[in-house]
């Protein structure tokens, strides 16, 4: 049974920073790509991408809206992910979710797209004050 538990979130001011942590178990988590969502208030069910990382850790990936500020990284042997946030302001405040494919990732890479992802944390509530 897979699981994604999130954790770090909270309330910081502006230029504050953040660790987030998914602790991910029931499957291989070394041989999957895995990725950081949100979701902003207000913006429905929609998850906007934030960052990925390929099965290795060597390949990353950041949306253009934290590119310099946020960090993904992992951890295959804690089965673990991070997103480090840096340089925090009001419109990251969001919902942050990790997420992880179905299937195993053929290759080092990772995708930013949410409907490449089948397994979804509960999330975690960032707010960002200004």
């Known amino acids: 049974q897979v699981q994604l538990v999130e954790s770090g979130g909270g309330l910081v001011q502006a230029g504050g920073s953040l660790n987030l942590t998914c602790a991910a178990s029931g499957f291989s988590f070394s041989n999957y790509f895995m990725g950081w969502f949100r979701q902003a208030p207000g913006a429905g069910k929609e998850r906007q991408p934030v960052a990925a990382i390929s099965p290795s850790g060597g390949v990353p990936y950041h949306a253009d809206s934290v590119v310099g500020r946020f960090t993904i990284s992992r951890d295959n042997r804690k089965n673990t992910v991070y997103l480090q946030m840096n340089s925090l302001k009001p419109e990251d405040t969001a919902v942050y979710h990790c997420?992880?494919?179905?299937?195993?990732?053929?290759?080092?890479?990772?995708?930013?797209?949410?409907?490449?992802?089948?397994?979804w944390g509960r999330g975690i509530q960032v707010t960002v004050s200004s």
């Open positions: 997420a992880a494919p179905s299937q195993r990732t053929r290759g080092d890479y990772a995708l930013m797209k949410s409907n490449a992802y089948e397994y």
